[in-house]
């Protein structure tokens, strides 16, 4: 369903910093606009500086969730995304309830929620 998303960060080295250690795929590109592409034959994730000159802020209630191949991938991008510079939200990693999902939930540098997900079944 999606092609691209992108979120907004503030310090781009940092942000490209963060999603290098932790999305497992290529690292990411950074174009002359001071964008940067990660780029996989399933779609787009970039960060870019806000285009408006304001600072850039994480949704409020928004989240974004990156396919996790198990439990402990999931866990291994939750540990990989603390150690680069965000931060934890919501429970810790863990199945939740009724969901039938492991889930691992995380704020990036710049507050964007974002979330490891491996279906169990």
Known sequence: ???QIFVGADDIDQAKAFYDATLGV????IDPNWRI???TEDGVFGITLPLDGEAAT????????FAAASPEAADAWHAAGLAAGGTTCEDPPGVREGSGLYLAYLRDPASNK??????MS
């Open 1 to 3: 369903m999606f092609r």
């Open 26 to 29: 290529e690292p990411g590109v």
């Open 37 to 39: 592409f990660y780029r």
């Open 58 to 65: 994480g949704a409020n209630g928004g989240t974004i969730g």
């Open 114 to 119: 974002l979330c490891a997900l491996h279906p």
